[in-house]
């Protein structure tokens, strides 16, 4: 199957810095690209839909200049969690498209200190 | 490590069951997840199992869960063609004290009429 590839993998940074997380498709075109964020012990939640070249469509309750995301290529989406807080500390997910189906990165466990 | 495995298609005619298969491998995994993906969107949860529950149903969408051979598996009864979509299995794995969501590839569903 298709390659994702989400890195880093862990960050520990500290409060008031940012952290840019890659997600790239290594093997395939990703026209759309979602990142996702998991709460402790909870489902994951679609944070945000990109397509390469537009714009990201922000779900309800995202801050979109706390989330800055990314997709200037097809193969590559970044997202940089600016002025982070210890609240942000998470579990982010990237999804990659090129059609019907949908591949994962391997996660980014971000830990703000 | 962590692992998920699913098939990858399934193809049923409008009016049958459906029943998508997953097997994991972290026998301590305390949640179960089914999410839906429609073609061009996210992520959308299903439904989630417990871990100490051996089956949970919701209108259309039945969960089995076999603990002991660590097998879970999605029933969609009376299946239509708007159900036809990507269907990915998840548990909740292990990641210190906060736990991170494990994927499969997906099962893609293609409802005939």
């Known amino acids: 199957g298709a390659v994702v590839s989400q890195h880093p993998s862990r960050v520990i940074c500290k409060s008031g810095t940012s952290v840019k997380i890659e997600c790239r498709s290594l093997d395939f075109q990703a026209t759309t690209m979602f990142w996702y964020r998991q709460f402790p012990k909870q489902s994951l939640m679609l944070m945000a839909t990109s397509n390469e070249g537009s714009k990201a469509t922000y779900e309800q309750g995202v801050e979109k200049d706390k989330f800055l995301i990314n997709h200037a290529s097809l193969t590559l989406s970044t997202l940089t969690v600016t002025s982070a807080h210890p609240e942000d500390s998470s579990f982010y997910i990237c999804?990659?498209?090129?059609?019907?189906?949908?591949?994962f990165g391997q996660g980014t466990r971000l830990t703000v200190v | 490590g962590e692992d998920v495995e699913q098939s990858l298609f399934l193809s049923v005619r409008e009016g049958d069951s459906s029943v998508i298969n997953c097997t994991y491998t972290d026998s301590s995994s305390t949640y179960l997840y089914w999410y839906k993906q429609e073609p061009g969107a996210g992520l959308q949860l299903l439904t989630y199992i417990f871990s100490n529950m051996d089956m949970k149903q919701d209108q259309r969408l039945t969960v089995l869960l076999n603990k002991k051979d660590k097998h879970l598996s999605l029933r969609i009864a009376d299946t239509q063609t708007g159900d036809s979509a990507i269907y990915f299995c998840?548990?909740?794995?292990?990641?210190?004290?906060?736990?991170?969501?494990?994927f499969g590839k997906g099962t893609k569903l293609s409802v005939k009429p």
């Open positions: 998840a548990e909740l794995g292990h990641g210190g004290s906060q736990g991170n969501l494990i």
């Open positions: 999804s990659a498209s090129g059609g019907a189906e949908a591949f």
